[in-house]
């Protein structure tokens, strides 16, 4: 776990019709997620089809 400060760069996830490439990393409630592969929305359904992969809790954002 970290803080949110150890990722400044890092921008909050918004959908975008053309999804994240591979390596794309994003902020998304509280996690960190990076794209495995061509990515949708983190967290929703199944991992192995969305594309992203839980990188890291910010324990200062996840209640």
Do not use: C
Not at 12 to 36: C, D, L, M, S
């Amino acid at each position: 776990m970290s803080l949110s400060s150890d990722y400044p760069d890092v921008p909050e996830w918004k959908p975008k019709p053309e999804g994240y490439q591979t390596g794309a990393v994003a902020k998304y409630k509280g996690n960190i997620f990076r794209a495995a592969f061509w990515a949708s929305e983190p967290g929703v359904g199944d991992p192995n089809k969305n594309g992203w992969r839980h990188f890291d809790e910010l324990y200062d954002q996840t209640p």
